[in-house]
């Protein structure tokens, strides 16, 4: 069972199933009790006048010998007042022993002291000598005299009628209710499982290397979230992509140009056009030096994005940072006719961070800096402290960089 739809519609079909399942059996159970209640209250009066009747037997054999018979008699008694019918009624003795069974209860079975109390009472000389219960069948239609109630046909009365209709559409709701879960349950599984769908297929495509792929966003709730937070973090990965991309040529761009410079001067030197001088030498010895420090920038680069640039953190100055990125660039700027400054005080305090790379930061900034200011330019290193942040700034009177 693969599909999240089919396990969310079982789910909510089995809840609707239970729920349903259990308020049908409360539903049949109390209404059992309630009508049980009823027909107690209905036949009051005629279990009052048969106890009464039975009484005096006792009262006359000091015993329930041949009860049977005088049940049979006096039974017939009850006919007029319910229409043919008879109640079905259960005789116990003394010793919660069924004298006179029914279809509930059978003649010798003893009957727990909860069942028995439930009874109307049969009283002699101020003892009970026994108890007569109205069956749960409730009535029946009469029997044949021959037989005792115990052993009669049964025929479906008025009040079973009832309890069958009541339990028939007790069921009836139950499987209407499981319907409705079932239609219900399958509304919400495609509900909640179509956004998952648009995001496994949508995380497939992104896979396939179509960075950018947007998917529907359904809802508002934490599914819509969900795919709003996908198509953020998609156009993020397309836009780094198109980033790597304009890096990687810019890259290719700035390797090329003192490698075309190195060669060309190879070149030169191999087929004597040009003398091998020391300044020539000096030259190519710079160019060498920049290819070298962009090949490690470029590995500086695929570590940092592949998370595993590593950072050693140890307390400095920010100022003593500030003057060896100074003296670093100095000749460079010197010989560009610009005039390279640190603006900063000297009793900066310490802070805790990597040192190389942020050297490293510095002198690109610095390097850029120089790069686009005409001589008799200024490039500034500036540090300023606002409370505990310090700020680190390279600032030029050139043109700038386009964004």
């Keep these: 069972m693969r599909s999240l739809t089919l396990k969310l519609t079982l789910a909510f079909l089995l809840v609707g199933v239970l729920g349903a399942g259990f308020v049908a059996l409360l539903i049949n159970w109390q209404t059992g009790q309630e009508f049980d209640a009823y027909v107690q209250d209905l036949y009051q009066d005629d279990l009052q ?40 009624v259960t005789l116990v003795d ?10 509930q209860y059978q003649n010798g079975q003893t009957l727990a002291p909860q069942l028995v109390s439930r009874g109307m009472p049969i009283a002699v000389d101020g003892q009970t000598v026994g108890w007569l219960l109205l069956d749960k069948a409730n009535a029946r239609e009469s029997a044949p005299d021959a037989l005792p109630p115990g052993d009669a046909p049964a025929a479906v009365s008025p009040e079973s ?34 956004p998952v769908g648009d995001l496994t297929r949508a995380t497939a495509i ?55 410079v190195i060669l060309g001067y190879a070149e030169a030197f191999s087929d004597g056009t040009l003398p091998g001088t020391p300044e020539m030498y000096g030259v190519l010895y710079q160019e060498a030096r920049l290819l070298s420090r962009l090949i490690e920038d470029l590995r500086t680069l695929s570590l940092a994005d592949a998370g595993e640039l590593p950072l ?42 990597d ?18 200011t005409p001589a008799g330019g200024r490039v500034t290193l500036a540090a300023a402290a606002s409370g505990d942040d310090l700020q680190l700034v390279v600032s030029d009177t050139g043109r700038g960089i386009p964004p």
């Excluded at 209710?177 to 909640?192: C, K, Y």
């Excluded at 040192?355 to 686009?372: E, F, P």
């Design 49 to 88: 006048n048969l106890a009464d009747r039975l009484a005096l037997h006792y009262a006359a054999y000091r015993s329930w010998d041949g009860i049977n018979a005088v049940l049979i008699r006096e039974q017939p008694e009850q006919e007029t007042r319910h229409g043919r019918r008879w109640l079905a």
């Design 355 to 372: 040192a190389d790379r942020l050297g490293q930061v510095l002198g690109n900034l610095v390097s850029n800096a120089l790069r686009y």
């Design 94 to 103: 003394a010793a919660r022993t069924v004298v006179y069974g029914s279809r």
């Design 206 to 260: 992104v896979a396939g290397g179509e960075l950018g792929y947007q998917v529907p966003v359904r809802t508002r709730d934490e599914l819509g979230r969900l795919a709003a937070a996908f198509n953020h973090m998609s156009a993020d990965l397309a836009r780094a992509n198109q980033q790597r991309r304009q890096m990687t040529a810019d890259i290719a761009h700035d390797l090329r140009t003192p490698m075309s």
């Design 161 to 194: 009628s009832f309890l069958a209709s009541v339990n028939q559409a007790t069921l009836l709701s139950a499987l209407g209710a499981s319907a409705a879960a079932l239609l219900l349950g399958v509304f919400l599984a495609r509900t909640i499982s179509n």
């Design 312 to 353: 050693v953190k140890r307390p400095f100055s920010p100022r003593d940072l500030l003057d060896h990125t100074a003296r670093a660039y100095g000749v460079q700027a010197q010989q560009q006719g610009v005039r390279l400054e640190v603006a900063a005080a000297a009793d900066l305090p310490d802070v805790t961070a």
